[in-house]
């Protein structure tokens, strides 16, 4: 079988460029690679085709994006201007298509973009299967678009939804988006983590027991939490918690102006999502408190607090759609985004003795490997495709 995969999976060597854009779309990437190495696992040739997940020029330095074709990865040319990006991102996929001359018998599309949506429709044409995984809800709408940018989102959206009807079915990341599909038939995958060995005497042993870390890292944007880090910071100061955040966005200078007088609250700027990462394991629970009274709670799904748990830290959120509350999980879910509800969970994770958060841990990192492994993930959609 061959397997067409239309994302952004940008191999490892080249994600730099990502870093050059204000909002760097390392999240997007990391799930587009994630899900290209579940399709590996399955009985298909795949073929990756890819362009670079950037905002227009000039938010983005690049004005122009090269096209290249290496091995079984097919990176697509495109101008990085509005409009054009569509129109030459789509134009680039059909000459990719006609250069490899070789017939899908699947194609999986990765998020609402519609040139990747139209060209898939076009090898449906030909006796393809296709498939979208939808892991947004289209058109999203920036503070920063321009009002030439919003009409054209807008314009695009109503493309996209006449789009979906004709594909073969969708992979959802949240079960509230299975709403932009009813006629089609659905699967839900809620996150997908690398495949891993856990073992119990891996989980660390807390090291600085007089201090309690806690960390926040990513957007720095109202719906994403700030008011609460910074509300949080102020009821804890003077307790044995200190708050880091890394990170950037439109309320950079109210959590500056935050640390100023918090002395237990710091900010150390942005941050690449691997070197996060790589600090994450440096502290005791991390923060997830965006409003939950928005698009980007109802729709979003657990990825990056299900990775934080595999490498042994805690997650204190509000509520996620696709999370269940447990009372023996690592991830602590609030009821609401209030400051009453976030204090309630802090405190049982508070409570609770070192030993049995490592087994609460242990026990979810073994459960999250058994619905959201590569390995697992990859196992479903193969059922999925063949139905």
Known sequence: MTLFYLGFAVPESEVDILYKDERPAVQTVNFSNRFRRALQKIDADLINFYA????????????????????????????????????????????????????????????????????ALLLKVLGAKVFVVITDPPGVILKSDSSLARFLKLVDKKFVFSMLSFFNGAVILS???????????VVTINSIIDDAQIFPEDLRIKENLGE???????????????????????????????????????????????????????????????????RLTNYDLLLNLRVVDCDESKFSFPSKLSEAVMLGVPVLTTPVSSLERDVDSPFYITKSDSLDDILDKLNIFFELSEPQKRINLYNSQLRLLEQYSVTSVANKLSIFFKE
């Open 52 to 119: 670079y997940p950037i905002q227009n020029y000039p938010k983005h330095s690049s004005f122009f994006s090269s096209g290249a074709h290496i091995g079984c990865d097919v990176r697509l040319t495109f101008i990085n201007f509005i409009i054009l990006k569509h129109l030459t991102r789509f134009f680039s996929l059909v000459f990719s298509f006609f250069r490899i001359m070789k017939k899908p018998d699947s194609v999986v599309v990765h998020g609402l973009h519609s040139p990747y949506l139209l060209a």
């Open 175 to 185: 079960e509230n988006i299975r709403n932009f599909v009813p006629n089609i038939k």
């Open 212 to 278: 309690i870390r806690m960390v926040y890292g990513g957007s720095l944007d109202a719906i994403y939490g700030v008011d609460n880090i910074i509300k949080l910071a102020e009821v804890l100061e003077g307790s044995n918690v200190k708050i880091d955040v890394y990170g950037s966005g439109h309320e950079e200078g109210k959590l500056i102006k935050a640390c100023s007088r918090i002395k237990s609250l710091s900010y150390y700027g942005f941050l690449p999502y691997d070197d996060f990462k790589n």
